[in-house]
């Protein structure tokens, strides 16, 4: 399988220095959000897994439209896993290919899904788990840095806590919620949030 890829000047930056900048209005969160979910819908149907979807990774151009960066972790139905560590992440348990599931553990630790954490195998749903944090720092203001890793770490729990104060009337409350089940079967695909 070959993979096309351009090159191409991004210089408004990342959504990482979009949501740091913050705050994005619901009505920009959205359109960045979908933004995103039709590339992966792309890279999904293309037989990839990116494995390491982060806001440091999606870059806007000077229209300010999306593009997703570093395939540098990406991998296909029938490429050698490879296991990296970045951002405290512990060592690879080693992969299997078969049913184009993966295990290894790949990624950063904010945005890496349960069952890459567990050493278990995977799919493309793991780039929704990551996609359901990034989008849940798109609609949530953070004071502090040490805020932002307290939220995210029982947003991460198997139980899903969002803050106290979160409004879980949005539209985003159960979108996110079902993004980030720790089960990946109960995790949309991108082509089914695009439905919604």
């Keep these: 399988m070959y993979l096309y890829i351009q090159m191409e000047y991004c210089p408004n930056n990342t959504l990482r220095d979009v949501i740091d900048a913050g705050p994005i209005s ?7 959000f979908i933004q995103i979910v039709e590339g992966l819908a792309y890279i999904h149907s293309q037989g990839l897994i990116h494995r390491d979807l982060k806001p440091g990774n999606i870059f806007l151009d000077s229209k300010d439209n999306v593009k997703i960066g570093d395939f540098g972790l990406a991998v296909t139905g029938n490429a050698p896993v490879q296991p990296i560590v970045e ?3 512990a060592s690879a348990h080693g992969g299997s290919v078969g049913d184009g599931s993966f295990t290894s553990e790949v990624g950063t630790a904010m945005y890496v899904s349960p069952e890459i954490l567990q050493g278990a195998k995977y799919s493309q749903k793991v780039d929704i788990y ?3 944090i990034m989008f849940f720092e798109m609609v949530y203001r953070f004071s502090t840095g ?3 890793f307290h939220v995210l770490g029982a947003l991460r729990s198997k139980e899903v806590a969002f803050p ?3 409004n879980k009337d949005l539209n985003q409350f159960k979108l996110i919620r079902s993004m980030l089940s720790h089960n990946h079967k109960d995790r949309p695909t991108a082509r089914q949030i695009l439905q919604r």
């Design 26 to 32: 619901e009505e920009e969160a959205w359109r960045l």
């Design 87 to 89: 951002g405290g992440m």
């Design 130 to 132: 990551s996609l359901g």
């Design 146 to 148: 040490m805020e932002r």
């Design 164 to 166: 106290e104060h979160f």
